[in-house]
């Protein structure tokens, strides 16, 4: 069963920085799109970034240049460095995952999609 393990989440100020982690386990599959997203208080979840297999990333127009998504594919991670943060980017973080899996000889395969459980990231100004 494939499982979404997230950390780095906590309390930061106004211009701090964070990392988060997500780590998935128990994936038999092909890990294709890996990406973060954001659900703030009252408010709709949000896109924050995403990166494909083959390193394409994509970004909010509220992060940009201020926030770096990267994998690591042989840890099967996905990380997002968040600079210069702001009151803004509070929000319960999420890591969401695409897996590719092959399910006959033949090469016939599903598509699925994984959440984690999600991670505080609390901004002060």
């Known amino acids: 069963q494939v499982q979404l393990v997230e950390s780095g989440g906590g309390l930061a100020?106004?211009?701090e920085s964070l990392t988060l982690s997500c780590v998935v386990s128990g994936n038999r599959g092909r890990l294709?799109?890996?990406?973060w997203y954001r659900q703030a208080p009252g408010k709709e979840r949000e896109l924050v970034a995403n990166i494909?297999?083959?390193g394409t990333t994509n970004y909010a127009d509220s992060v940009k240049g201020r926030f770096t998504i990267s994998r690591d594919n042989a840890m099967n991670t996905v990380y997002l460095r968040m600079n210069s943060l702001n009151v803004q980017d509070t929000a319960v973080y999420y890591c969401n995952v695409h897996v590719r899996v092959i399910v006959n000889v033949e090469g016939a395969y599903v598509d699925r999609e994984y959440w984690g459980k999600g991670t505080l990231?609390?901004?002060?100004?």
């Open 32 to 35: 294709n799109a890996m990406g």
């Open 13 to 15: 100020r106004a211009g």
């Open 121 to 125: 990231v609390t901004v002060s100004s």
């Open 52 to 54: 494909n297999s083959a």
